[in-house]
């Protein structure tokens, strides 16, 4: 039996696409983040660690 | 946080961390993480917690699971008493990079595989441990849920692997937990249509005809193995036409707890996350600047395309042999990542102790006198099948999850009395 014989009927298409199985992911949750990835332009994004001294790796603040 | 009184600890004990992390071998790469001090004792073991997805943020887990608190409808916090720091110094970090508030401005850094996961997580460990030395002698453990189950074996080998070639600070692991995990896709795929005919999401007939699919899926997992590349991506879509198959004949079933339906498109909702998040008080207080808070990621959902059908299992026995211990635990009515699939590949693992896991007998485990789920254990390996709970057994079943990670991590996990009657045998 070929694969698509297999297939063949069972309503799948799309839906087993990864950028489908996504999105079907993260709608069950509802959530709808702004962007597909935190990539930024630019190194300086104004977080903690990009305004402390260049030579940490690491940056930790307490909070309440 | 409105009953913080009721918690009997004051906002001034709260060792309550969130920091940045410049990931070592990177372009750009930034870290995001949590830190709660346990609200028990500093010589706690520390726990760090992997959320899956894979791409979705730790956060998820840390308002909704197993964190200090949770989010009230109107967007003020309220204690967990079951928070997993009742017992721990719990981490959760936002991985891989591009989740959460993770970022980079270079997309080399988004990863493809556990090779690039565990490397960034175990630069980060030894980043924290040295921020951190007073923690560093304390036991560690290694826990997190779903796609975590790819994550954690391939981390505890790498925390493993550091410790034996005696790389930067040791990390005192003890054990690793998945929690409705994907770690050995062969045997979990198969095991999809037999856990759906025994709940009755579908008929025979409709087992019968999706079990045709078994077959080539096996193929091209094996094919795959553990590096292999585009055959992987092959078994993706070969073996999803299997749980594609079953969902499309159990209507709005929520694929995460079969007990309940999904209203449209929704099956939970987690939406006062973003919300919160997004608060720019929340965001100065954490100190993410101008970083945007990706819940959940597309793209590093579908960078990790190459990894999914990959067998993580395969690294599981060395460290069992060397006493790193295992919980494998899975709520019963999570259909995604089954118990049943996670209790074949656990019992089919070979390892030294195999024959006496298998051997093991079923004991109940108790939480306040009642059965909570069902334990095998023998050795360093345990597997825990928890009633009443999906996918998400720390938001299901809060108690007997705090319980769990508290009498694992105590080393008294398969001791069966329950507590009354243990104390009426030591007097």
């Given at each position: 039996l070929s694969l698509a014989s297999l297939t063949d009927g069972l309503g799948l298409a799309r839906s087993s696409f990864p950028s489908v199985q996504a999105q079907s992911l993260i709608r069950a949750l509802n959530l709808f983040p702004d962007h597909d990835v935190n990539l930024i332009d630019g190194a300086d994004a104004g977080d903690s660690l990009s305004s402390a001294d260049p030579n940490k790796r690491l940056v930790e603040k307490r909070f309440t | 946080m409105p009953n913080l009184a009721d918690s009997g600890v004051s906002v001034e004990d709260l060792g309550h961390h969130a920091g940045y992390y410049?990931?070592?071998?990177?372009?750009?790469?930034?870290?995001?993480?949590?830190?709660?001090?346990?609200?028990?004792?500093?010589?706690?073991?520390?726990?760090?917690?992997?959320?899956?997805?894979?791409?979705?943020?730790?956060?998820?887990?840390?308002?909704?699971?197993?964190?200090?608190?949770?989010?009230?409808?109107?967007?003020?916090?309220?204690?967990?008493q079951y928070g997993w720091d009742q017992a721990s110094n719990l981490l959760y970090v936002d991985q891989p990079t591009g989740t959460g508030f993770s970022y980079s401005s270079d997309k080399r850094d988004i990863r493809h595989n556990e090779y690039g996961v565990s490397n960034d997580?175990?630069?980060?460990?030894?980043?924290?441990?040295?921020?951190?030395?007073?923690?560093?002698?304390?036991?560690?453990?290694?826990?997190?849920?779903?796609?975590?189950?790819?994550?954690?074996?391939?981390?505890?080998?790498?925390?493993?692997?550091?410790n034996k070639a005696k790389e930067g600070i040791h990390i005192n692991l003890k054990g690793f937990a998945i929690g409705n995990g994907l770690t050995d896709p062969a045997i979990q795929y198969k095991a999809y249509t037999?856990?759906?005919?025994?709940?009755?999401?579908?008929?025979?007939?409709?087992?019968?005809?999706?079990?045709?699919?078994?077959?080539?899926?096996?193929?091209?997992?094996?094919?795959?193995?553990?590096?292999g590349t585009v055959s992987c991506m092959a078994s993706y879509f070969v073996c999803n036409i299997i749980f594609s198959s079953i969902i499309a004949r159990a209507g709005n079933i929520n694929y995460y707890d079969i007990r309940k339906q999904c209203v449209g498109s929704l099956c939970y909702d987690f939406s006062n996350l973003e919300k919160f998040l997004n608060q720019k008080s929340v965001r100065a207080s954490l100190g993410v600047g101008d970083i945007e808070f990706v819940s959940c990621s597309h793209t590093v959902?579908?960078?990790?395309?190459?990894?999914?059908?990959?067998?993580?299992?395969?690294?599981?026995?060395?460290?069992?042999?060397?006493?790193?211990?295992?919980?494998?635990?899975?709520?019963?009515?999570?259909?995604?990542?089954?118990?049943?699939?996670?209790?074949?590949?656990?019992?089919?693992?070979?390892?030294?102790?195999?024959?006496?896991?298998?051997?093991?007998?079923?004991?109940?485990?108790?939480?306040?006198?009642?059965?909570?789920?069902?334990?095998?254990?023998?050795?360093?390996?345990?597997?825990?099948?928890?009633?009443?709970?999906?996918?998400?057994?720390?938001?299901?079943?809060?108690?007997?999850?705090?319980?769990?990670?508290?009498?694992?991590?105590?080393?008294?996990?398969?001791?069966?009395?329950?507590?009354?009657?243990?104390?009426?045998?030591?007097?």
């Open positions: - | 410049k990931i070592e071998h990177s372009y750009a790469a930034k870290m995001f993480y949590l830190f709660f001090e346990s609200r028990g004792s500093k010589k706690d073991p520390v726990v760090i917690w992997l959320t899956g997805g894979p791409g979705c943020s730790s956060e998820l887990a840390v308002f909704y699971e197993n964190g200090p608190f949770s989010i009230a409808d109107n967007l003020s916090l309220v204690w967990n997580l175990y630069d980060f460990l030894q980043a924290f441990f040295a921020e951190h030395p007073n923690l560093a002698k304390n036991d560690f453990y290694i826990t997190g849920e779903s796609y975590a189950g790819h994550y954690i074996p391939a981390f505890a080998a790498r925390v493993h692997r550091g037999d856990y759906a005919l025994d709940m009755g999401i579908i008929t025979k007939t409709d087992y019968e005809r999706i079990n045709k699919v078994v077959g080539p899926c096996e193929v091209a997992i094996k094919l795959c193995g553990t590096d959902y579908q960078a990790m395309l190459l990894d999914w059908m990959r067998n993580l299992e395969v690294g599981i026995p060395t460290l069992l042999e060397d006493g790193v211990k295992l919980l494998v635990y899975a709520g019963e009515y999570d259909l995604i990542c089954n118990w049943l699939g996670n209790s074949r590949w656990v019992h089919a693992m070979e390892w030294s102790g195999q024959k006496e896991f298998v051997a093991s007998p079923e004991v109940p485990f108790l939480v306040d006198d009642s059965e909570a789920g069902v334990l095998k254990s023998h050795g360093p390996l345990s597997f825990l099948k928890v009633h009443n709970a999906g996918h998400m057994v720390p938001m299901d079943q809060p108690k007997a999850a705090l319980e769990m990670l508290k009498r694992w991590t105590q080393g008294t996990l398969s001791e069966t009395v329950a507590e009354p009657e243990k104390l009426v045998a030591q007097m």
